[in-house]
Antibody
Framework: EVQLQQSGAELGKPGTSVKLSCKVS????????MHWVNQRPGKGLEWIGR????????IYAEKFKSKATLTADTSSNTAYMQLSQLKSDDTAVYFC?????????WGQGTLVTVSS | DVVLTQTPSILSAPIGQSVSISCRSS???????????LYWFLQRPGQSPQRLIY???NLGSGVPNRFSGSGSGTDFTLKISGVEAEDLGVYYC?????????FGAGTKLELK
């Protein structure tokens, strides 16, 4: 069964960075794009970007181009998202998702809380 | 960027009633490959989104057939034929025809 296991909750101070992970089981990430989506408290879903793990090519939503950096390690079948220069409005749950079966597979989400 | 406008934002329905949610796009979602990459998701409280419908009208595996999707171009509809308690949550449309991909603002389905 395909599963996406995301890393645990993060507490980051303003101005610092955090790096989230998303490990995929039972599916080779070389065969899909990895997408990242966020959800601020009480708000809707927002697409951040996606990476092609085969070659590292990325596409970002404009507002996340200087905020998020997507990478992937095909040897461990894991994707990563680094969030830099954290601000209070980066507080959100961050989801990873893959394309097989038309976006059927999502991680459980990682809560990032930005607070001093 | 493509803007997806969902209406209504809140929907109250008793169990058994049929309801519809609209998703209107600021530009056509018909791709040059002939596909229209419009999805519908349900997010229950505290859970990850669950894909219901893909390519406008295709029911995802394991999704009850009381859900159906329709539309073309810029206008799309999700219909639930007979709401059940497990259907409560927030529904989102999403497009992946045009990068950056975008979601609608969501429609909250509540029990009346």
């Amino acid at each position: 069964e395909v599963q996406l296991q995301q890393s645990g909750a993060e507490l980051g101070k303003p101005g610092t960075s955090v790096k989230l992970s998303c490990k995929v089981s039972d599916y080779n990430i070389r065969d899909t794009y990895m997408h990242w989506v966020n959800q601020r408290p009480g708000k809707g879903l927002e697409w951040i970007g996606r990476i092609d793990p085969t070659n590292g090519n990325t596409i970002y939503a404009e507002k996340f181009k200087s905020k998020a950096t997507l990478t992937a390690d095909t040897s461990s079948n894991t994707a990563y998202m680094q969030l830099s220069q954290l601000k209070s409005d980066d507080t959100a749950v961050y989801f990873c998702a893959i394309v097989p079966d038309w976006f059927a597979y999502w991680g459980q989400g990682t809560l990032v809380t930005v607070s001093s | 960027d493509v803007v997806l406008t969902q209406t209504p934002s809140i929907l109250s329905a008793p169990i058994g009633q049929s309801v519809s949610i609209s998703c209107r796009s600021s530009q056509s979602l018909l791709d040059s490959d002939g596909n229209t990459y419009l999805y519908w998701f349900l997010q229950r409280p505290g859970q990850s989104p669950q894909r219901l419908i893909y390519l406008v009208s295709n029911l995802g595996s394991g999704v009850p057939n009381r859900f159906s999707g329709s539309g073309s171009g810029t206008d799309f509809t999700l219909k639930i034929s007979g709401v059940e308690a497990e259907d409560l949550g927030v529904y989102y449309c999403m497009q992946t025809t045009h990068a950056p991909y975008t979601f609608g603002a969501g429609t909250k389905l509540e029990l009346k």
